[in-house]
């Protein structure tokens, strides 16, 4: 059951940066994400809820100045929507459980998918192995 929370319960759980991502639909500066450069082995959640989002088997470095991963930790860890804001044609990438704005998925990733989801380190959580 997906989570629903008041913005102020949001506002209080996350940090500024955080709630500027995930609840306002926000973007890190390039290169400046925590994870843009970790290639530890474990699991990538959502920072809002915690649920499992990539596997650090799937993440790549793609340079393009964000933690990018070939695919979800499982299909139905996120959902889609086309965005067409700044006058672009992208689609972007939620959390399945809370709603929370991830990123932008993009078809010029690596094989075996051929997907780049580009992700905003603050919306993510590494779990180490």
């Given amino acids: 059951m997906p989570i629903e929370k008041t913005d ?3 506002r209080a759980e ?5 709630y500027r991502i995930l609840r306002g ?3 890190e500066a390039p290169g400046t994400g925590e994870y843009d450069h970790t290639f530890e082995p474990g699991t990538y ?15 790549y470095d793609s340079g393009c100045g964000w933690p990018a991963f070939y695919a979800p930790a499982a299909d139905e ?16 990438v939620m959390c399945s ?18 997907l780049r989801y580009c992700i ?10």
């Fill in 77 to 92: 860890a996120i959902e889609e929507e086309t965005d067409s804001t700044f006058g672009m044609k992208r689609t972007e």
């Fill in 14 to 18: 996350l940090s500024p940066e955080q």
């Fill in 97 to 114: 459980n809370c709603g929370g704005h991830l990123g932008h998925v993009f078809p010029d990733g690596p094989h075996p998918t051929g």
């Fill in 45 to 59: 959640h959502c920072a809002g809820c915690r649920a499992e989002l990539f596997a650090s088997e799937t993440k």
């Fill in 120 to 129: 905003n380190s603050a919306a993510l959580k590494l779990e180490e192995k």
């Fill in 25 to 27: 639909k926000g973007t």
């Fill in 8 to 10: 102020a319960e949001w």
